[in-house]
């Protein structure tokens, strides 16, 4: 018996199996997983080439530019270009730099990037030089777990990444991706809870087994809608990149990295971008299995064709994220944890806590729980509709005790009076609520005044008698 069958072996009966079994490893052998591990990474760093160039092609269509398309054939050659530009630029080390550390953030970075598609399902079982194996490295009953415990496992290359550095940009970059990462987590986490309690198993290939009925994007749809929206977040794309700024902190944690440091959070980043949008795939868009296709002729979710659905519905959450980025602008840095504490994490608390009472009906009943489901997902997201819809009550005061403040000469301004924008000596613009005085001019068109008119000015140009408003102004 091989070591790799020893190992998934003592693995599974190690671990307790959870509600559904994992994929078959029985004749894998370690060179089949080698083989497989090369694959993977063969395949991450290909696919991160192609996104870059469909990135800059698509955003080019959307926003009527049409991108790198003179530089030889569709622009090609400039990834080419790019990338030996990286790997011959300057390295550059900074003295007062941790340089250990300074080091270690973008392999952190990179490793974890690359560890995610080890438990990903690319297809069922198939034959491999007289061996059948599963289209996976590898599976346990805890496989989601793994990915949550990586994911966190990866935003310390940030951190540590901005924070070595000693410099102020890079460390407001790391704080922000540290207070990002907490904050969506959480919300994806419990998204994922979700599907783990529908499904019966946390092994990525028993969830994909789960769905051969109906996705569970359709029969949860609020875990899908939450997970998309933090997914987005948790990977630093636009409209929730804050942690590299380009606008507010130049380049956030990446700011005095140079050549391959670069490069290595830049690949992350990437792939990062593939990871979630492979689970994605796999707990809501039904992993490898073609639904419309299998009904038609049950060969195509047999053999090698699901490896190419896999792909494909990685690439349309690839493509809705560059279409997030070419449509929606950055938000604020409070908006965006806002919209994290105050809205994610108690709706999908309350989704869980809602599947989890209908698993508990399931479990007594002995019934199908997916149609109940359905109803119940309708009417939660109607409940969230109107409740986005209802005003906030006493908003109004909310706005004026958060945003009053004190003059220069320790007066308490209160948003709603007028302001004296030169105070304190020096222009300062109005808060939010509060108001300017009106200008000369606006005070006598509001009073109905007539213009004042010079001593003999009878036959004034008109000309004269504006410069001299003016000068009065």
């Not at 072996?9 to 994992?22: E, F, K």
Request: glycine fraction near 10%; aromatic fraction near 12%; hydrophobic fraction near 50%.
């Amino acid at each position: 018996m091989s070591t790799a069958t020893l190992l998934n072996a003592d693995l599974g009966s190690a671990l307790p199996t959870i509600g559904g079994a994992t994929a078959d490893f029985s004749q894998t052998t370690w060179w089949l997983s080698l083989i497989k591990a090369v694959f993977i990474m063969l395949f991450l760093i290909l696919s991160v080439i192609m996104a870059i160039w469909a990135e800059r092609r698509v955003l080019g269509r959307m926003q009527t530019r049409p991108g790198p398309n003179v530089n030889g054939f569709l622009g090609i050659p400039q990834l080419i270009a790019d990338a030996t530009k990286l790997i011959m630029k300057e390295d550059i080390w900074h003295k007062g730099a941790e340089t250990f550390i300074f080091l270690l953030g973008p392999i952190i970075t990179a490793f974890a990037s690359f560890m995610i598609y080890a438990v990903i399902p690319f297809g069922p079982e198939v034959s491999m030089f007289g061996h059948v194996t599963p289209l996976q490295l590898t599976d346990f009953p805890v496989a989601v777990l793994y990915v949550l415990a990586i994911t966190g496992f990866g935003v310390y290359g940030l951190i540590l990444g901005g924070w070595s550095t000693h410099s102020t940009y890079p460390l407001l970059g790391a704080v922000r991706s540290a207070a990002q990462v907490i904050s969506y987590e959480l919300s994806m986490s419990m998204s994922i809870l979700t599907v783990f309690l529908a499904a019966g198993t946390m092994s990525t290939s028993g969830i994909v087994t789960s769905q051969e009925r109906i996705w569970w994007c359709l029969a949860m749809i609020p875990s899908f809608l939450i997970y998309v929206v933090s997914m987005v977040g948790e990977v630093n794309r636009l409209p929730f990149d804050l942690p590299e700024a380009e606008g507010e902190l130049v380049a956030g944690h990446m700011t005095e990295y140079s050549s391959m440091k670069f490069a290595w959070y830049y690949l992350g980043e990437y792939i990062n971008m593939f990871n979630v949008s492979a689970m994605c795939t796999t707990l809501f868009l039904g992993g490898w299995r073609s639904w419309i296709l299998g009904s038609i002729w049950d060969g195509f979710n047999h053999g090698w064709w699901p490896m190419l659905w896999f792909i494909a519905k990685v690439w349309l959450c690839m493509f809705f994220m560059i279409w997030t980025r070419g449509t929606l602008v950055r938000i604020r840095y409070d908006h965006f944890m806002q919209l994290g504490w105050k809205l994610l994490i108690p709706v999908s608390l309350a989704w869980f806590v809602l599947v989890a009472l209908v698993q508990g009906y399931r479990s007594f009943s002995g019934g199908s729980s997916r149609g109940l489901l359905l109803i119940l997902g309708a009417v939660f997201l109607v409940a969230m509709l109107l409740l986005l819809l209802v005003p906030e009550r006493g908003g109004d005061e909310k706005t004026s005790a958060a945003t009053a403040r004190t003059d220069a000469d320790g007066d308490l301004v209160v948003p709603g009076e007028e302001l004296d924008a030169i105070a304190g000596g020096f222009p300062v613009p109005p808060m939010p609520g509060e108001q300017l005085p009106l200008s000369p001019r606006a005070r006598r068109a509001a009073a109905g005044a007539p213009r004042p008119a010079l001593a003999g000015a009878q036959s004034t140009p008109d000309s004269v008698t504006n410069v001299q408003e003016g000068s009065d102004d």
